[in-house]
Nanobody
């Protein structure tokens, strides 16, 4: 199993930047696709970004393309989400999750191997 803990959230003005971290424990961290998802008030959880086992493949929801960058450092058991040019609509609780395969966003009610507790990101106008 893998355990995930998010950090790096906070309050930032529109146009600012934050870097979220997802720290993992467990010896099979590198075997998982790691995704970032978010849930804004009154909305369903939304896929944000994913990175493959090797880090060579990434995917993003259209609304964050060009602004967010996902990366992973398997030596540190950590996945990052660099968020630039933040907008108020990015305000949400951000979660990282471990998936056993690529393409979870193609399925309804995809079950992840593990979830973190979430970190709050608030972007002011």
């Amino acid at each position: 199993q893998v355990q995930l803990v998010e950090s790096g959230g906070g309050l930032v003005q529109a146009g600012g930047s934050l870097r979220l971290s997802c720290a993992a424990s467990g010896r099979r961290f590198s075997s998982y696709v790691i995704e970032w998802l978010r849930q804004a008030p009154g909305k369903e959880r939304e896929f944000v970004a994913a990175i493959s086992w090797s880090g060579t493949s990434t995917d993003y929801v259209d609304s964050v393309k060009g602004r967010f960058t996902i990366s992973r450092d398997n030596a540190k058991n950590t996945v990052y989400l660099q968020m630039n040019s933040l907008k108020p609509e990015d305000t949400a609780v951000y979660y990282c999750a471990a998936a056993s395969r690529w393409g979870s966003w193609q399925y309804r009610d995809f079950e992840y191997a593990s979830w973190g507790q979430g970190t709050q990101v608030t972007v002011s106008s």
